[in-house]
């Protein structure tokens, strides 16, 4: 026979029950919050991680918005400053000179402006107010210590920050070894989001990509994807992309054209054209395009010329070993023929589907042509004319007359412009200078006007000059496409 199990009082249940929900509430409340601490930032810190793909669309938006507020205040830089983790300490509070501009306290994920004397509390999964109101001090203070602490990155950080409660502090302030780590943070976040947005905007118009390539035949009709495959004697050495014939065929990357000829070249087909990109940056290889089964009349370039990314040189035939019209294209890196489908992968381009032809104008040569009509012009820090240019703002409004876009800032420009060798310069490219020998320390931009010279909109106190390219801090080249 069972014995009845004896039956608990009243407020013995009520004491298991609290047991068991205190039990609950240690292992499963931190796990809840962490996850609402995570989905409450996700939309603020997306892309601070280094295998992110970078901001979304909607931050883009919103740092595009706000970056009206002041030429300084970059999309690029304002998404850094929301993608870094907030620091552990409190910023102190502003000035009410400051105040007036607006405030951005950061500190564990909670975001306050203060816009005239008026409390507004920023939700921060409202990306767009927070980046606006981050422009806001930026805006307020930058131009001050621009001026006094020669733009440094410690003191852009603590501006970006809204670290520092004014412009005076931020420049006597002496950082220290962790202020110096989170420096970095931010200009390698700033610089790598230059980048991405650069390559969104070449790719969204599908031309060129972010590491100066493009698809050399964009009017394919057929990826064959028979790259090494056994031919009776031979081995197929480069992959064919069909399309009608007169299809038009770019340079896939700036070069120098070294071979051209309508005769039968190391066993390819005639007609064939060689492009020399110079020593892959990662490999060191000397990297080489080849161009086959062109007609003469379809070969529109010479050997020893230079050539940019997107120019068109051929057009599409059928000549020589051919079932049909295609562009058989080869890439060679030293001495090795190697498959050309993952190489223009690796450079932000997908041979198996056509895109839009490449935009290439003539617009560096006029750029320079009308750089050349501003010499003599003062320069001022934030001129972009017409009575006054600093650096960048005299190239980028030389080539918008000469019809081509480009961003305000030195550090946006190199972004958003294709690499190219001192071999390739042509008169209109951009050279730029940097502090440190990284795209993060870019701080000036120039014209280069053929033979080694320039033209620049030097330093205050100088004029829109013509003069002899020098060499101390030369970072690199950059072609408007």
Same mark, same amino acid.
């Given at each position: 026979m069972l014995q009845e199990r004896p039956r608990r009082g009243r407020a013995g249940r009520w004491v298991t029950a609290l047991v068991a929900l205190g039990l609950g509430l240690m292992f499963i409340a931190p796990i809840a919050l962490v996850g609402a601490t995570g989905i409450l930032t996700s939309s603020l810190f997306a892309g601070a991680d280094d295998d992110a793909q970078g901001?979304?669309?909607?931050?883009?938006? %919103?740092?595009?918005? *706000?970056?009206?507020?002041?030429?300084?205040?970059?999309? %690029?830089?304002?998404? *850094?400053?929301?993608?870094?983790?907030?620091?552990?300490?409190?910023?102190?509070?502003?000035?009410?000179?400051?105040?007036?501009?607006?405030?951005?306290?950061?500190?564990?994920?909670?975001?306050e402006a203060l816009r005239a004397g008026e409390d507004a509390q920023l939700d921060p999964a409202n990306t767009a107010r927070v980046l606006d109101a981050v422009a806001v001090i930026w805006c307020a203070l930058y131009p001050e210590v621009a001026d006094a602490a020669a733009d440094t990155a410690v003191t852009v950080t603590y501006l970006a920050l809204g670290s520092a409660a004014s412009? *005076?502090?931020?420049?006597?302030?002496?950082?220290?070894?962790?202020?110096?780590?989170?420096? *970095?943070?931010?200009?390698?976040?700033?610089?790598?989001?230059?980048?991405?947005?650069?390559?969104?905007? &070449?790719?969204? +118009? /599908?031309?060129?990509s972010a590491d100066g390539w493009t698809h050399p035949i964009p009017g394919l009709s057929r990826y064959q994807d028979n790259y090494g495959v056994a031919r009776n004697l031979y081995t197929h050495a480069g992959e064919d992309l069909s399309a009608p014939l007169g299809t038009p065929i770019y340079a896939a990357a700036a070069g120098t054209v070294t071979h051209v000829a309508c005769h039968i070249y190391e066993g390819r087909s005639p007609c064939n054209v060689i492009i020399?990109? =110079?020593?892959?940056?990662? +490999? /060191?290889?000397?990297?080489?395009?080849?161009?086959?089964?062109?007609?003469?009349?379809?070969?529109?370039? &010479?050997?020893?010329?230079?050539?940019?990314?997107?120019?068109?040189i051929a057009l599409t035939g059928s000549n020589g070993n051919s079932s /049909?019209?295609?562009l058989h294209l080869e890439v060679h890196a030293g001495s090795r023929v190697i498959d050309p489908t993952p190489f223009f992968a690796a450079r932000g381009v997908d041979l198996r589907n056509p895109t839009t032809p490449p935009n290439v104008s003539g617009a560096a040569e006029r750029a320079l042509a009308w750089a050349r009509t501003q010499i003599g012009t003062p320069y001022a820090l934030g001129g972009t004319g017409p009575d006054t240019y600093d650096c960048s703002g005299l190239t980028m409004r030389a080539y918008e007359h000469a019809g081509a876009t480009l961003p305000r800032t030195s550090r946006q420009q190199y972004a958003? +412009?294709?690499?190219?060798?001192?071999?390739?310069?042509?008169? /209109?490219?951009?050279?730029?200078?940097?502090?440190? =020998?990284?795209?993060a320390g870019i701080y000036h931009v120039a014209l280069y006007a053929g033979e080694d010279r320039i033209v620049q909109a030097p330093a205050p106190g100088r004029t829109v000059e013509d003069q002899v390219l020098w060499r101390e801090n030369l970072f690199g080249y950059g072609r408007v496409t």
């Open positions: 901001p979304d669309a909607d931050m883009v938006a %919103a740092a595009e918005a *706000a970056s009206a507020r002041c030429e300084s205040a970059t999309p %690029a830089r304002l998404i *850094a400053v929301v993608s870094l983790p907030p620091p552990e300490q409190t910023p102190v509070d502003a000035t009410p000179a400051v105040q007036a501009w607006g405030q951005v306290l950061i500190s564990s994920g909670q975001y412009a *005076a502090e931020a420049i006597e302030h002496e950082p220290s070894a962790s202020d110096q780590v989170r420096a *970095a943070q931010f200009e390698s976040l700033a610089a790598r989001y230059e980048e991405r947005l650069a390559h969104a905007a &070449n790719s969204g +118009t /599908g031309t060129v020399d990109h =110079g020593p892959d940056p990662d +490999t /060191g290889l000397r990297v080489q395009t080849w161009y086959v089964h062109m007609y003469p009349g379809g070969v529109l370039v &010479n050997s020893g010329d230079q050539v940019i990314v997107g120019q068109q /049909g019209p295609h958003a +412009t294709i690499r190219i060798t001192p071999e390739q310069l042509q008169p /209109g490219d951009l050279v730029f200078w940097s502090t440190d =020998g990284t795209a």
